[in-house]
């Protein structure tokens, strides 16, 4: 069974920076998967906040265009969230998807 950990959520203030990381155990096979992160206020539905292609095309949710940048390494089956300039309306638990697969979730909290 496929295996993602999550880690580098926290407490920051507004305009601050953080860096998500989610290790995939998988055998094999990383390389060809479109990964994602997503994330999911209090109260609020799971949204798409980043997507990575095996080809690196990325593809972001518009609140977090300019801010946020998704990157892969194939080697250590590992992705990546570099969050920039965050505000308090991120905070919430941030998943990693690979295909049908999600992780724990990590919190993120930004204070104002």
């Known amino acids: 069974q496929v295996q993602l950990v999550e880690s580098g959520g926290g407490l920051v203030q507004a305009g601050g920076s953080l860096r998500l990381s989610c290790a995939v155990s998988?055998?094999?096979?990383?390389?060809?998967?479109?990964l994602g992160w997503y994330r999911q206020a209090l109260g609020k539905q799971r949204e798409l906040v980043a997507t990575?292609?095996?080809?690196?095309?990325?593809n972001y949710a518009d609140s977090v265009k300019g801010r946020f940048t998704i990157s892969r390494d194939n080697g250590r089956n590992t992705v990546y969230l570099q969050m920039n300039s965050l505000k308090p309306e991120d905070t919430g638990v941030y998943y990693c998807?690979?295909?049908?697969?999600w992780g724990q979730g990590t919190q993120v909290t930004v204070s104002s």
């Open positions: 998807n690979f295909g049908s697969d």
């Open positions: 998988v055998a094999v096979g990383f390389r060809f998967y479109t």
């Open positions: 990575i292609t095996p080809g690196d095309r990325t």
